[in-house]
């Protein structure tokens, strides 16, 4: 969606990644090529709207494993992990501490 076919000089390079993953978490002004689908992102990452909506249920459950195996995670990661409702996600992590 925020991609083109490569046409210039390369800064990074995300040979198995696909170009539909590029967004706002990446960092601004570089060209970034996703070798998955031979395209490279040119647009400023800083200007693409950040959801504000709820993550869907398994990518908590993602981030909570990763936090569960000691892996760093985003300022926002941290904030949806910290405020559970959900049944089976207060389930995972009342399993993983026990």
Same mark, same amino acid.
């Given at each position: 969606?925020?991609?083109?076919?490569?046409? &210039?000089?390369?800064?990074?390079?995300?040979? &198995?990644?696909? +170009?539909?993953? $590029?967004?706002?978490?990446?960092? +601004?002004? *570089?060209?970034?090529? $996703?070798?998955?689908?031979?395209?490279? +992102? *040119?647009?400023?990452? +800083? &200007?693409?709207?950040?959801? *504000?909506?709820?993550?869907? *249920? =398994?990518?908590? %459950?993602? =981030?909570?494993?990763?936090?569960?195996?000691?892996?760093?995670?985003?300022?926002? %990661?941290?904030?949806?992990?910290?405020?559970?409702?959900?049944?089976?996600?207060? =389930?995972?992590?009342? $399993?993983?501490?026990?």
């Amino acid at each position: 969606m925020y991609s083109q076919p490569v046409s &210039k000089s390369i800064t990074s390079r995300r040979d &198995k990644d696909m +170009s539909y993953m $590029f967004g706002p978490h990446h960092e +601004s002004g *570089t060209t970034i090529y $996703f070798g998955g689908d031979g395209r490279e +992102s *040119t647009v400023d990452s +800083s &200007k693409i709207p950040v959801s *504000t909506c709820n993550p869907p *249920t =398994w990518l908590v %459950a993602d =981030w909570i494993l990763a936090r569960n195996r000691g892996e760093p995670l985003s300022e926002n %990661a941290e904030q949806h992990c910290s405020s559970i409702s959900h049944p089976a996600l207060l =389930w995972l992590v009342e $399993f993983l501490h026990s």
